[in-house]
């Protein structure tokens, strides 16, 4: 061991480069068994901004789990990812150029995206690898690369040929800050001031009034119909005749719908093209009219008339301000209400009528339910959200954007007749803006000229298919099949991702993946929860409260956050706390100093097990196994902070504080043995955990010559502690509760001497032990120097408890003893009561024992000291 304290700043970044540099968590070339592949289908980062920390904190737990299955002789791929042809990138250059994707061709602002995320990516890598994530580099992939590109275009192909997607001119929701198309996954509720306006229609032939209740009074230019429920008998004499709409004077007829909400406003709605869902449903159902009165950028069109070319936000003041002049605004009251808006930028969704491509969903939400139900969940409750997410859904996947980046829709269209001429699967990845198409005549009618589709895919049409990306998924044109080029990886072993994507990532690629191979994509989902900060409140910008990884990682060691990150309870959201770090420093800290000592007491790395082990060390090395078995499943159930908890209690406290004092004393084989032993195992138990500080304490003894754990007689070189075997048990007999009663014992008597200011080495002349430690008698008279020790295993220990005081719950005692509150403390003080059957006579009153509690005292009133031992009394004797 280097002598002096533990530097993490020179050992971790040196062990970061060696491992980057050495390839030593590289997947092997020709790994083609399934059954010692394991594969993390890890989630590709959005390139839009800087590392933060949830970040770290999802891929410390990642690479804890790769870690552990890798010394547990899986042969392990964890690749990397970026996702690079989102609307978050596009975005980024925008902000980061200060240009608009409009102002150029598309081509040109593509160059620009690149040429952006390269250099955030860059810096992305740079701080992963700084967090000494065992990540295979070799394996990394881009989504806008060419690569991804073919296999995105090839879903699309393929889905295509399927029937499972479509292409349609249809109600879509809208993006009006970023123009664009999304999907219902890309919307979230949110709660936004606003106004209810109560606004006057009137019967076009009678002229009569009744009113409509609005949040939207810029619709009513796009206002086809109004709707009365069934059941409404106050309303329902207007259903057939037609309304006028104020302001605009178009007529529009008054239907009855049983979707309408009575409870809401007056109980009679207009419909309008289109506000929300049900409008929707209702255009569908009663073939309404079609008047779109807000643009694709949120501005009124020519349908809204004077309002025309006003933001959709200034039109709506403009127009209440009308309909208040004209004494058809009755009311106007702010409310609170819950909004669906794009997740993206927060702002309003709209539905438009465009023309989009679409994935079929709704005709298979059962097989996907089913889906979801065959993969093992981590935690088991997050399927829930899942299961909500499936049975909720009410559109299917619209999968193209209006955006200048991402992956081209490999389509052309026949000028004349529309049909959709397809690229052929040998020339992927094209891009119809620039390519021809694979026809020189349309199949359907004959003509010769073609329109490129400019659309491009949704970016989760790209990152649900990772799965299929890393198993090298393709099109072998020859066999005339799509084939993998590592079929072995296939279905991956763990998806893990946050929740708050369930819905996004996981269920597309549920999609996808399933569609393409008849198989759920992944055996086991790995659902990690949000970091908050300090007083659990969700981090943000806007806040203030967001946590800089490179500050943290200025100030604590990578193994100290990784210690923190591992505190969690997976699935669960996890608050930033310095203390969970400072904890982590001082394990790091406790453990070199213990290896530090194990190598003063036995400076034989792998020194000869001897005929007989003591029966102590048969206890410590039989212990370590108890707790191995315990890790093991705690990591394989994903249960990261019982498996972290339990182990450092066990280090610190079994080994360090008692096992360590005790093997000071000793200088035998037995114990020589048993300290390094234990040793090598806390390191590799560690490992997963503390990847820097146990691959340092590793070199420095035991990766010249490492031995295989179950024969130290065999030294096999383990260049890595990460690439060395899991420990397997030794398979030791040992009385577990009589060796743990006998280190309590010892523990007792060390305590002893130090609080009486002797030394360790100072002789006891009689130890007598009520409880059982039989079998260890010589380890405790031998470290202890204890002259005479006498075990009482079946005797009850000379000791009585007695009474030491009472203590009255005065919030319950006072209301109901009043004014004897006083009597009651005096006899209590003078001892004159008595405890009957649980309850306190005193001062004429019996009390109930959920009135008062009994202080007790154990006393030992014969010759000696009583110390107490876990459960056992001590009797300590000595002739000074």
């Known amino acids: 061991m280097p002598s002096g304290e533990y530097d993490p700043d020179a050992a971790e970044a040196r062990w970061q480069r060696r491992w980057v540099d050495d390839e030593t968590f590289a997947y092997p070339e020709e790994t083609a068994d399934p059954d010692t592949a394991f594969a993390i289908d890890t989630p590709p980062p959005t390139v839009s901004g800087n590392l933060h920390w949830g970040h770290v904190y999802g891929s410390i737990l990642q690479d804890v789990v790769a870690r552990f299955h890798r010394m547990n002789g899986r042969d392990v791929l964890y690749p990397f990812g970026y996702d690079d042809n989102g609307i978050a990138s596009e975005r980024l250059t925008e902000r980061e150029l200060d240009v608009r994707h409009q102002d150029f061709e598309r081509r040109e602002f593509q160059r620009k995206c690149r040429e952006v995320c390269r250099e955030y990516e860059a810096d992305f890598t740079e701080k992963m690898q700084g967090m000494g994530l065992s990540i295979d580099w070799n394996n990394t992939y881009r989504t806008i690369s060419p690569e991804v590109q073919r296999v995105s275009q090839l879903s699309f192909i393929d889905l295509y040929e399927k029937g499972r997607e479509y292409r349609e001119q249809a109600p879509a929701i809208w993006c009006p800050e970023c123009e664009t198309a999304i999907s219902q996954v890309e919307t979230e509720d949110d709660e936004q001031d606003s106004h209810f306006h109560d606004i006057e229609f009137t019967v076009a032939d009678s002229g009569e009034g009744f009113t409509i209740s609005t949040t939207r009074p810029e619709l009513l230019p796009a206002c086809v119909a109004v709707f009365v429920h069934p059941d409404d008998d106050e309303n329902q004499h207007l259903v057939g005749e037609a309304a006028t709409i104020p302001l605009f004077g178009h007529d529009v007829p008054i239907i009855a719908d049983d ?31 079609l008047r779109v009165a807000i643009d694709e950028s949120g501005h009124m069109t020519d349908v809204a008339g004077p309002y025309e070319g006003m933001h959709s936000a200034e039109a709506r003041e403009a127009i209440v301000s009308d309909l208040d002049e004209e004494d058809a605004l009755l009311d106007r009251r702010a409310i609170t209400h819950t909004v669906n808006v794009h997740e993206r930028c927060g702002v309003g969704v709209e539905f438009l009528v465009t023309e989009q491509w679409y994935v079929k969903v709704l005709d298979k939400r059962e097989e996907y339910l089913q889906a979801g139900r065959d993969m093992e969940w981590f935690p088991e409750k997050m399927f829930t959200r899942y299961e909500h997410w499936v049975e909720g859904l009410q559109w299917d996947w619209l999968i193209s954007r209006q955006r200048s980046s991402g992956i081209p829709f490999p389509v052309w269209y026949c000028a004349d007749c529309d049909h959709e001429i397809v690229a052929e699967k040998d020339d992927l990845p094209v891009d119809p803006l620039s390519d021809d198409p694979p026809a020189d005549a349309c199949p359907e009618c004959g003509h010769g000229e ?27 044109a020859d066999a005339g099949e799509f084939t993998m080029d590592r079929p072995e990886i296939y279905p991956m072993d763990v998806r893990p991702q946050g929740h708050d994507i369930i819905s996004f990532w996981l269920f597309h690629t549920v999609i996808k993946c399933y569609e393409h191979t008849g198989e759920v994509p992944f055996e086991s989902t790995m659902i990690n929860g949000m970091v908050l900060d300090e007083n659990r409140e969700k981090m943000s910008k806007s806040k203030g409260n967001v946590v800089d990884p490179d500050a943290v990682m200025e100030k604590f060691p990578v193994d100290a956050a990784r210690f923190w990150a591992a505190g969690s309870a997976i699935g669960d959201d996890l608050p930033y706390q310095e203390k969970g770090l400072r904890a982590g420093e001082k394990l790091i800290r406790k453990l070199w100093n213990a290896s530090k000592l194990v190598e003063s007491l036995a400076p034989e790395p792998y020194p000869d097990r001897p005929d007989e082990l003591a029966e102590l060390d048969r206890w410590l090395l039989a212990e370590i196994d108890r707790e191995l078995q315990r890790l093991t499943e705690h990591l394989e159930n994903r249960e990261f902070s019982k498996a972290r908890d339990g182990l450092r209690t066990f280090f610190w406290g079994t080994f360090c504080d008692d096992y360590l004092e005790i093997a000071k004393q000793r200088e035998d084989a037995s114990a020589r043995y048993t300290l390094r032993t234990a040793h090598r195992r806390f390191l590799k138990l560690f490992a997963p955990l503390l990847a820097h500080v146990t691959e340092e304490i590793w070199h420095a003894e035991y990766a010249a010559d490492a031995a295989d754990e179950a024969s130290a ?74 002259g005479d020790l006498r075990v009482h295993p079946d005797a009850e220990a000379p000791v009585e408890t007695v009474t030491t005081g009472i203590d009255l719950d005065y919030a319950t005692v006072g209301p109901a003893y009043g004014g004897d509150v006083p009597d009651i403390e005096a006899g209590i003080e003078a001892g004159e009561y008595e405890l009957v059957d649980g309850e306190l006579h005193v001062a004429g009153h019996e009390l109930s024992p959920e009135e008062f509690t009994v202080e007790t005292d154990r006393q030992y009133q014969g010759e000696g000291d009583l110390i107490e031992a876990g459960d056992a009394a001590v009797i300590v004797r000595t002739d000074d």
């Open 713 to 786: 007689e065999t030294p096999a070189a383990a260049e890595s502690i990460h690439l060395a075997d899991w420990p397997d048990p030794l398979g030791l007999e040992a009385d577990h509760d009589a060796g743990e009663l006998a280190m309590a014992v010892v523990g007792a008597l060390r305590k002893f001497k130090s609080d009486r200011g002797l030394p360790l080495n100072a002789p006891i002349d009689v130890v007598e032990v009520y409880g059982d430690v039989r079998g260890f008698e010589d380890d405790v008279t031998g470290v202890m120097h204890v």
């Open 259 to 289: 979707r309408v909400d009575m409870e809401t406003g007056s109980g009679i709605v207009m419909c309008c093209t289109f506000g929300d869902q049900n409008d929707i449903e209702w255009y569908q159902a009663h073939d309404l009219d």
């Open 450 to 476: 073609f329109v490129p589709e400019d659309d491009v895919l949704d970016t989760w049409a790209t990152s649900s298919l990772t799965p299929l990306i890393n198993a090298g998924w393709d099109y072998d």
